[in-house]
């Protein structure tokens, strides 16, 4: 016989009692907040009360916008100051306003289909860019092959069709070969500097993989100068040989540059080296440089400006690769269950999505 679940002890606040309480900081939605509010919200039952504390004044406009694009009410307010902080006590409804559906508008990965996975966080680089912050000293940070079996194929059996694995460098991870054999069945690239594979123990793991994986080489220039200058010294030189050694053993290479916008030139050159390579075009990738992790200015990321790309690391999951180093970017505190990982994902973007068909602005940037 099923125990009745126990009453959820409540907990006092300025602004009424609560079950659960999450404290924003100066965090905004736009910033953290919708990721946080949307995590505690989904393990509330019906009726049950939230309580919200936000140092950040737009949430006072923001948090009632969203609570009535998904059907919830705002039951109590109170500001401890008129500059705040702020209370809110928000009860959770039985059916949300907005649809759980797979969305796919404008340049959108369909969610639910791909799916990052970081391998490992140490690297022998440590780019001046590096958005998961990896280099020779990072703490190494492994995901392990157990949990990756099981993310995967609960990843697969829900509809999952692409899955990227990327670091650090993955094959400095031992045991990336187990890693890449537990997402077989799925459409699998690695991304790598294509530096320490030519041999020992990694170029073993190299030549034993499947032909089908695909690897994703960084190469930020169509000579050494740009990118030995974001990399390294000599850096370039030796991509270039991964390259020519992955393409001798028969795999499909895509190469990934990441550029400032004051590089921008340098894609001219790069394509026509890519041309005489023999690289196909849609085999190439131009990125910017995202303000997260070592780099001190580039593009500004938030939910606002991310589509979703939904990641797993050893220790959580976050809304997109670029923002692993962002405890505002993080939506889980471990990599399983898959389900809930892409569950906050997706109200997160209904509102957003619904918000946007509505014309008003609810998730301000700071």
Request: glycine letters at 10%; one cysteine or more.
């Amino acid at each position: 016989m099923t125990e009745p679940k126990a009453a959820p002890v409540p907990v006092r606040t300025p602004a009424g009692d609560v079950v659960a309480l999450v404290d924003g900081g100066e965090m905004d939605c736009g910033s953290g907040l919708l990721l946080l509010i949307t995590r505690a919200k989904r393990r509330l039952a019906p009726g049950e009360r939230l309580g919200v504390r936000s140092a950040e004044a737009s949430v006072v406009t923001d948090l009632p916008v969203w609570a009535d694009l998904v059907g919830h009410t705002v039951d109590g307010q109170v500001a401890e100051s008129a500059q705040g902080p702020w209370w809110f006590a928000v009860s959770k409804r039985g059916v949300t306003a907005v649809p759980e559906t797979v969305f796919s508008t404008g340049n959108r990965t369909p969610l639910g289909l791909r799916l990052w996975a970081y391998t490992n966080f140490d690297c022998n680089l440590a780019c001046t860019y590096c958005c998961a912050e990896s280099s020779p000293r990072a703490a190494a940070r492994r995901l392990d092959p157990a949990v990756a079996r099981e993310a995967f194929s609960e990843f697969a059996q829900i509809g999952g069709r692409e899955l990227f694995y990327t670091g650090g460098e993955p094959f400095m991870h031992p045991q990336l070969a187990e890693l890449v054999r537990a997402g077989e069945g799925l459409e699998r690239t690695i991304l790598t500097n294509a530096m320490i594979f030519g041999r020992g123990t990694r170029r073993q793991t190299l030549e034993d993989l499947d032909r089908s994986v695909v690897l994703q080489v960084s190469l930020d220039s169509a000579t050494a100068d740009l990118h030995d200058r974001q990399r390294g010294q000599g850096s370039w030189s030796r991509a270039m040989t991964g390259i020519g050694l992955a393409r001798e053993l028969g795999f499909r290479i895509r190469v990934a540059a990441t550029m400032y916008d004051e590089d921008a030139a340098g894609v001219a050159a790069l394509h026509a080296r890519l041309d005489a390579d023999g690289i196909l075009p849609e085999d190439r990738l131009i990125r910017p440089v995202a303000q997260e992790g070592f780099a001190e200015h580039g593009v500004h990321v938030s939910i606002d400006t991310l589509e979703p790309e939904p990641t797993i690391t050893a220790d959580g999951a976050w809304w997109h690769p670029v923002a692993v180093a962002d405890p505002n970017l993080r939506i889980h505190d471990a990599p399983l269950p898959i389900a809930e990982i892409l569950g906050v994902v997706r109200d997160t973007v209904a509102v957003q999505d619904a918000a946007a068909r509505s014309g008003r602005t609810v998730f301000r940037c700071a």
